[in-house]
């Protein structure tokens, strides 16, 4: 990815995650949160372009010298003083939060070889010297792809794919996945989470 590419994306506007209207830090609102909620969430670009044609290159061609490519900016849209990534900079400093990928079912993660988001989760736990936990959560069983389902059927489809394998769950923790588009699946894995006994989860995505 050239600078002169990268140069034309814009940071994009952060919203609640529960209701997706417009929230400038990704915090959730206040009426907006309840005992199973996301606190917040955080993506660092669009879901076009580059960026899309990057993660499918990534997730479906097995292109994985990409996974270092948007490592390394994503690291940069973080380290920017004064950005949208201000609050969750801050929760990171103050709750040290654990990193959990959301996992992929077994066999597709052995056909594929990785899960995209452990690597950009490993990429981001390192850059802040966060603890990166792999097995806290798994899924127990595979669904369908999400691609070409409606909002309701995604909502569907991801029920009670995930479970929590400890008995002990860190209170505060970042959930991080690549694609944010309705939300189903890390609002499922977040649910888990705090019913396992999670204080505050965010979310993050690297596109939107």
């Known amino acids: 990815m050239c600078d002169t590419c990268l140069e034309k994306l814009e940071q994009p506007k952060l919203i609640c995650p529960v209701c997706e209207r417009p929230q400038p830090l990704g915090e959730t609102h206040g009426r907006c949160k309840t005992g199973h909620s996301l606190d917040g969430l955080v993506y660092f670009y ?64 052995n056909r594929r070889g990785f899960n995209q988001a452990g690597l950009f989760g490993q990429a981001i736990a390192k850059h802040f010297n966060l603890p990166f936990r792999e097995q806290i959560l798994v899924r127990t069983k595979p669904n369908v792809s999400q691609t070409k389902l409606s909002y309701k059927k995604r909502e569907e489809n991801v029920k009670d794919i995930f479970s929590v394998r400890t008995s002990h769950v860190p209170p505060s923790l970042l959930l991080i996945d690549d694609v944010w588009t309705t939300g189903a699946t890390m609002k499922e894995a977040c649910r888990v989470l705090k019913d396992a006994g999670a204080k505050e989860v965010w979310g993050i995505a690297i596109a939107r």
């Not at 990057?54 to 490592?71: C, G, M, N, Q, S």
């Open 46 to 109: 669009n879901y076009q372009g580059i960026i899309r044609e990057a993660i499918h290159k990534l997730k479906y061609r097995y292109v994985t010298d990409l996974a270092i490519e948007l490592e390394n900016q994503i690291i940069k849209q973080f380290d920017i003083p004064e950005s949208n990534f201000t609050l969750i900079r801050r929760r990171i400093s103050l709750s040290r939060p654990v990193l959990i990928p959301i996992p992929l079912f077994w066999y597709r993660e």
